[in-house]
């Protein structure tokens, strides 16, 4: 099974993928991470990627596509996987490197995923995590990402979740509409 898990920054998309990809058997794929990864590296990608992230901009679909098809071409994802961080526009869903089963969607408020990213930056110090990257990062994902769940929702495969709840709940809402289709 493919499952790709989607929404705005501060959604929780990594925190369920994890627990979605333990609870399945399935591999986690977060292309952030990738990226977070990538960054720390003094290579000629790393130093794109930084470049990228520290201006709170995203890495090119071409870019992503090939760090995608490099990820899912491993053998560990053949059996299926959890993906966290893409598609993030048309381009990239008309690209997909494969079909995708199932697509959770988190939704949660602007203001909530605000406040959750800003005690985030506080706990990890993470860069990306400033009031004006955040702004920036939302705004990109209104114009670009929500025609991508409009996308999954006409093909039947979307499952909006209340984003809202405690971690727990929200887990047990995906499991629930999962249920049978292991």
Known sequence: MNIVIMGSPGSGK???AELLAEELGLQRLSTGGVCRQLRREDSELGRRVRAVYDKGELV???EMLQLL?????????????ILDGYPRNLWQVENAPRAFDRVIYLAVSDEEGLKRL??????AGRADDTPEVIADRLEIYHGETEPVLDYYRRQG???EVDGERSVA???EDILSRLEGQK
Request: net charge negative; aromatic share 12%.
């Open 169 to 171: 709940d929200i887990f």
């Open 118 to 123: 800003l005690g985030r930056a506080e706990k």
């Open 157 to 159: 495969i979307l499952e």
């Open 14 to 16: 990594s925190t369920q």
């Open 60 to 62: 090119s679909d071409q």
């Open 69 to 81: 098809n490099w990820a899912l071409a491993k053998p560990a994802y053949q059996g299926g996987f």
